[in-house]
Nanobody
Framework: QVHLVESGGGLVQAGGSLRLSCAASGDTFTAYTMAWFRQAPGKEREFVAAITSVSRRTSYADSVEDRFTISRDNANYAVSLQMNSLKADDTAVYYC??????????????????WGQGTQVTVTT
């Protein structure tokens, strides 16, 4: 098991940028694929991006492709989400998640068994 703590959320104007960070502790970090999910008010939690362990294969939701970048620092047990060109529709609570590493990054929330507490991102117009 890994313990996950997100940071970096906040209030930003449309078109702006934010960088979310997730610090992990506990189990060996390289045993996990890491992902970001988000949940807007009244909506289901949805996949944003994922990155595998050593090979760093990535996957993105269509809605964030070319705007968001996921990265990880295995030495420091950290994963980040760089968010550019933010839109009002990106407003949500963003969650960091960890699941057993596989060849391809997994997109289903049911695959991930470790979750952070979430960080709020609010994009204003």
């Amino acid at each position: 098991q890994v313990h996950l703590v997100e940071s970096g959320g906040g209030l930003v104007q449309a078109g702006g940028s934010l960088r979310l960070s997730c610090a992990a502790s506990g189990d060996t970090f390289t045993a996990y694929t890491m992902a970001w999910f988000r949940q807007a008010p009244g909506k289901e939690r949805e996949f944003v991006a994922a990155i595998t362990s050593v090979s760093r294969r990535t996957s993105y939701a269509d809605s964030v492709e070319d705007r968001f970048t996921i990265s990880r620092d295995n030495a420091n047990y950290a994963v980040s989400l760089q968010m550019n060109s933010l839109k009002a529709d990106d407003t949500a609570v963003y969650y960091c998640a960890a699941g057993p590493n596989r060849y391809n990054p997994m997109r289903s929330s049911t695959y991930y068994n470790n979750w952070g507490q979430g960080t709020q991102v609010t994009v204003t117009t």
